[in-house]
């Protein structure tokens, strides 16, 4: 016997949700809107963010091309090999970013310079105030319209505590009931009890009952008010949700994170089923890359790719981590010579760093997490992390390239 993923009463609550937000047109024209260059700049100078915008657009001048490097260096690629595309973790709002554009500025005359990685992945709490202050669109701004990066992910946490009378909209419209705590000053937070933190569970894997309405709801509000179209995913039942409600908005995808232990072919295809039950006309999904978890050998990396083409699912990624954050895993991880298996194969492949492989001060998965007020104060100190991630990948990425392997970095790098 075949049972659905989803009732008739969680697509109701869904379509609810959507409706609530104008619908599925209306979602993603706002969407493609809130991306316009122009349309953030003048957003960003009205929040105070206008000269942080224009001296990003004055560093950028100054970085280093992996077009120069491919030419300088006669780079010939070989078109049995995959491609690499760099992806680096941690870019943690805008006063991060910004320093760590200066970094990459004025690594260019230096004999290490550093290129922009293709997909860049932030891990900052999906608050209101970083919403609507302007702090998330000045970072997606520098990242997507300024360093061209081709993607830019962001996490959405459900234990972020918010507006009381949010919760209670939310259950009018979707009529769902959300348990949840008093956290003060109008706001409430759900009762998580596995792990009992605001940030439980690395940031929102406990899900329980309903609460991927929530998920959902803090992804379509920041989506809305500035265009960001990419989400880290948190649970299980979030990707059925997303899969489902995003069925019918073409600019709005997720990615799997590593946290959900996708670490086996069992697990893989659990993955490919829940994308065929609500798959798009035209064979795409919602969800957008995979991160293969750091358990995977090579073989099992490429089978994945096999099985996922097999599937007839389009436009989807896989990714896999390089580095790690030293309290993330193992000491020492380092997947680099199987990146190499993976891509001399012929299989795609996202090469990711959540560390350069040193245990610098700030390099943390405890990072993530600092309250708005201390991320800011060590701004420099976390921006140099994700420069030497960003110059590990540059590193990495030039051997793939002198091994004939393409490998794509962020526009603004050539």
């Given at each position: 016997m075949h049972y659905k993923l989803l009732s008739d009463a969680d697509m109701k609550a869904m379509d609810a949700l959507k409706e609530f937000y104008g619908g599925a047109k209306e979602i993603s024209e706002t969407i493609w809107k809130m991306r316009d260059f122009e349309t953030r700049k003048k957003i960003l100078a009205e929040k105070g963010f206008g000269k942080m915008i224009e001296e990003a657009e004055e560093l950028v001048k100054k970085f280093a091309k992996a077009g120069d490097y491919e030419k300088e260096n006669n780079i010939k690629y070989n078109s049995s090999f995959g491609v690499a595309t760099a992806q680096v973790s941690g870019w943690q709002g805008a006063k991060v970013t910004h320093h760590a554009m200066n970094r990459i500025a004025e690594s260019a005359n230096s004999d290490e310079p550093c290129f922009v990685a293709s997909e860049f992945i932030s891990v900052v709490a999906l608050t209101d105030n970083y919403i609507y202050n302007g702090d998330l669109m000045a970072t997606l701004t520098m990242a997507e319209n300024i360093m061209k990066v081709s993607k830019f992910c962001s996490t959405n946490l459900i234990s972020i505590p918010m507006l009381e009378s949010r919760f209670q909209k939310l259950e009018q419209v979707t009529r769902k009931k959300f348990e949840r705590a008093d956290a003060g000053n109008g706001l409430s937070n759900l009762i998580l009890k596995?792990?009992?933190?605001?940030?439980?569970?690395?940031?929102?894997?406990?899900?329980?009952?309903?609460?991927?309405?929530?998920?959902?709801?803090?992804?379509?509000?920041?989506?809305?008010?500035?265009?960001?179209?990419?989400?880290?995913?948190?649970?299980?039942?979030?990707?059925?949700?997303?899969?489902?409600?995003?069925?019918?908005?073409?600019?709005?995808?997720?990615?799997?994170?590593?946290?959900?232990?996708?670490?086996?072919?069992?697990?893989?295809?659990?993955?490919?089923?829940?994308?065929?039950?609500?798959?798009?006309?035209?064979?795409?999904?919602?969800?957008?890359?995979?991160?293969?978890?750091?358990?995977?050998?090579?073989?099992?990396?490429?089978?994945?790719?096999?099985?996922?083409?097999?599937?007839?699912?389009?436009?989807?990624?896989?990714?896999?981590?390089?580095?790690?954050?030293?309290?993330?895993?193992?000491?020492?991880?380092?997947?680099?010579?199987?990146?190499?298996?993976?891509?001399?194969?012929?299989?795609?492949?996202?090469?990711?760093?959540?560390?350069?492989?040193?245990?610098?001060?700030?390099?943390?998965?405890?990072?993530?997490?600092?309250?708005?007020?201390?991320?800011?104060?060590?701004?420099?100190?976390?921006?140099?992390?994700?420069?030497?991630?960003?110059?590990?990948?540059?590193?990495?990425?030039?051997?793939?390239?002198?091994?004939?392997?393409?490998?794509?970095?962020?526009?603004?790098?050539?």
């Open positions: 596995n792990q009992g933190t605001f940030f439980g569970n690395f940031g929102g894997i406990e899900v329980a009952n309903d609460n991927h309405l929530v998920y959902l709801d803090g992804v379509t509000r920041t989506a809305l008010a500035n265009g960001a179209d990419f989400f880290l995913n948190p649970s299980w039942s979030t990707i059925v949700a997303v899969c489902y409600y995003g069925r019918d908005i073409p600019n709005l995808h997720i990615k799997i994170s590593m946290m959900l232990a996708t670490q086996n072919l069992v697990q893989f295809r659990m993955l490919l089923n829940i994308m065929k039950e609500y798959i798009r006309d035209d064979m795409t999904s919602p969800l957008y890359e995979i991160n293969i978890g750091n358990g995977v050998s090579p073989e099992i990396f490429i089978q994945c790719a096999k099985e996922l083409e097999d599937s007839g699912i389009k436009g989807i990624s896989l990714a896999a981590h390089i580095r790690i954050n030293p309290d993330l895993g193992i000491a020492g991880f380092d997947w680099t010579n199987n990146a190499f298996t993976v891509l001399e194969s012929g299989t795609d492949m996202t090469f990711k760093y959540e560390s350069d492989g040193t245990a610098r001060e700030m390099d943390t998965m405890e990072t993530y997490f600092l309250p708005e007020e201390e991320r800011n104060a060590n701004a420099e100190k976390i921006g140099d992390v994700i420069f030497y991630k960003s110059l590990r990948a540059t590193k990495d990425g030039k051997a793939f390239m002198k091994k004939g392997i393409r490998t794509l970095f962020g526009g603004s790098s050539y």
